[in-house]
Antibody
Framework: EVQLVESGGGLVKPGGSLRLSCAAS????????MNWVRQAPGKGLEWVSC????????YYADSVKGRFTISRDNAKNSLYLQMNSLRAEDTAVYYC??????????????WGQGTLVTVSS | EIVLTQSPGTLSLSPGERATLSCRTS???????LAWYQQKPGQAPRLLIY???ARATGIPDRFSGSGSGTDFTLTISRLVPEDFAVYYC?????????FGQGTRLEIK
C-alpha cells in the first residue's frame, strides 16, 4: 500500500524557517518524481515544487522561488521542503504527492494527509 | 503559465442527476497533461482522471472525462451522495503545474 506521511508543520513567525518531511512507503520511491502542493485555508490547490527521481530536475512556483528548497533522500525514501523567509501568505496545508514514474511531468496519483504550516506573529 | 478557469463555481444537483463540470485553459494544451481531482472536506485530493479521459485506479465508471484544445469536461453520470465535493482540473505539462479554482458540487 502506498503511503505518504508528512511532518514538520507548525506555527512560525514571519521571516522564520521550517523544514517539512514526507516519508514514503509501499512503492519504489527512487523511480518517481515527487511534488509539494499547498492549500491555504478555505482556498484552492497551489502547486509548490517538484523534484525528479534522481534530483536532476527541480522546479518551483514563482511564489516560492528563492525561498523554498525541495530535496529528497532516496536511501531514506524521504522528500523534504526547506522553507525560509516565510510570509503570512505561505500559511497552508502542505501536501506531499507522488508524480510520474517515467517523466518529470505527470499527474499526482497518491497524496499524503497534509501538514499545516501557520505563519503568524 | 497556463490559466485554468472552471465553471460553474457551484453546481447544485440531486442524487441521481448528471453533473457536467467545465475546465477551460488559457491556451491550447495537449490532453495528455489534463487531470481532474476530487476533494472532500478535511481530506487530501484524489486523482479521478488523467490524460483528459483515463480513469485513475479504482475510480467508478460513472466518472468520465472528455475534451481537447482549450475545453475539457468532467461528467458524473448519476450522482451518489459521496460525489458531493469540490472538483479541480489541473494542467501538468510543464512548470508551473496549475489548477483551476475548483467547482463545488453541492446537494440540492
Amino acid at each position: 500500500e502506498v503511503q505518504l506521511v508528512e511532518s514538520g508543520g507548525g506555527l512560525v513567525k514571519p521571516g522564520g524557517s521550517l523544514r517539512l518531511s514526507c516519508a514514503a512507503s509501499g512503492f519504489p520511491f527512487i523511480t518517481y518524481t515527487m511534488n509539494w502542493v499547498r492549500q491555504a485555508p478555505g482556498k484552492g490547490l497551489e502547486w509548490v515544487s517538484c523534484i525528479s527521481s534522481s534530483s536532476s530536475y527541480i522546479y518551483y512556483a514563482d511564489s516560492v522561488k528563492g525561498r523554498f528548497t525541495i530535496s529528497r533522500d532516496n536511501a531514506k525514501n524521504s522528500l523534504y521542503l526547506q522553507m525560509n523567509s516565510l510570509r503570512a501568505e505561505d500559511t497552508a496545508v502542505y501536501y506531499c504527492a507522488r508524480g510520474a514514474g517515467d517523466y518529470v511531468w505527470g499527474s499526482q496519483d497518491y497524496w499524503g494527509q497534509g501538514t499545516l504550516v501557520t505563519v503568524s506573529s | 503559465e497556463i490559466v485554468l478557469t472552471q465553471s460553474p463555481g457551484t453546481l447544485s444537483l440531486s442524487p441521481g442527476e448528471r453533473a457536467t463540470l467545465s475546465c477551460r485553459t488559457s491556451q491550447s494544451v495537449s490532453s495528455t497533461y489534463l487531470a481532474w481531482y476530487q476533494q472532500k472536506p478535511g481530506q487530501a485530493p484524489r486523482l479521478l482522471i488523467y490524460g483528459a479521459s483515463a480513469r485513475a485506479t479504482g475510480i467508478p465508471d460513472r466518472f468520465s472525462g472528455s475534451g481537447s484544445g482549450t475545453d475539457f469536461t468532467l461528467t458524473i453520470s448519476r450522482l451518489v451522495p459521496e460525489d458531493f465535493a469540490v472538483y479541480y482540473c489541473q494542467h501538468f505539462g510543464g512548470s508551473p503545474i496549475t489548477f483551476g479554482q475548483g467547482t463545488r458540487l453541492e446537494i440540492k
